[in-house]
């Protein structure tokens, strides 16, 4: 059958940021599978339109976004981490809109929510450094963010299935979790005095930071 494109199936994207490594990626991929099924994706920004910033609290700040925006154009809507606050997935709920969240659960929100395996990536990534011989392993990342909360957990879990007893002298926050945000991480590792041979980093932003920081310092 021919269908006009009006007819295909519409579906919402809330999210923070509708460009940048986190959210642009995953924006990307809900498109893709959307459309892989019909689907179209209309998404709406609840950050500022004028928002100038580059992300580096898109994961943490909660934008007070109010605009029923498409509600009456689409099914439901997936909600990306922190898009909009609590009583607006209520208002979407009571509008009979669907909601799915991105990778946060929401306290007393019921609904299906899209996790990453962050236990067993975090796993095979200790176990890999283990394996070439390192025992003084570090974790640096912002544990402001869920996802890196259970990365943590992930690391002190697997050292100790390799027999190795976490030490809290080897975790080293970062501000954020994008670009920059693992600079403080790396200056406070160099502060004291490098004690890990190898570090496991909550995002590649982070690690971008912290081996940029250490290689200038000269290691």
């Not at 923070?16 to 642009?24: D, H, I, K, N």
């Not at 689907?39 to 007070?64: F, H, M």
């Not at 697997?158 to 809290?168: F, K, Q, R, V, Y």
Request: charged fraction near 20%; hydrophobic fraction near 45%.
């Amino acid at each position: 059958t021919t269908q006009g494109r009006s007819d295909h199936l519409r579906i919402g994207v809330l999210t923070p940021l509708a460009a940048g490594g986190y959210f642009g990626g995953v924006l990307g991929g809900i498109v893709a599978s959307a459309e892989a099924q019909g689907a179209r994706v209309i998404a709406i920004q609840t950050l500022d339109l004028g928002y100038g910033g580059d992300g580096s609290n898109a994961d943490v700040a909660v934008p007070r976004f109010a605009v029923p925006a498409a509600w009456d154009q689409v099914v439901g809507f997936i909600v990306v981490i922190n898009a909009v606050e609590p009583w607006y997935l209520r208002a979407l709920k009571e509008a009979g809109k669907p909601v799915v969240l991105i990778s946060s659960e929401v306290e007393g929100f019921p609904c299906p929510v899209v996790r990453p395996d962050n236990r067993s990536g975090i796993i095979e990534a200790v176990s890999h450094l283990v394996e070439h011989g390192h025992r003084r392993i570090a974790f640096a990342g912002s544990l402001i963010q869920s996802d890196i909360r259970e990365r943590l957990a992930a690391y002190r879990e697997a050292l100790l299935m390799h027999g190795i007893e976490p030490d809290p002298g080897l975790i080293f926050e970062g501000e954020t979790n994008v670009a920059g945000g693992g600079e403080l991480a790396a200056r406070q590792m160099l502060a004291a005095g490098l004690p890990s041979t190898a570090v496991v980093v909550g995002t590649d932003y982070n690690a971008l930071d912290i081996m940029r920081v250490l290689g200038e310092a000269g290691l």
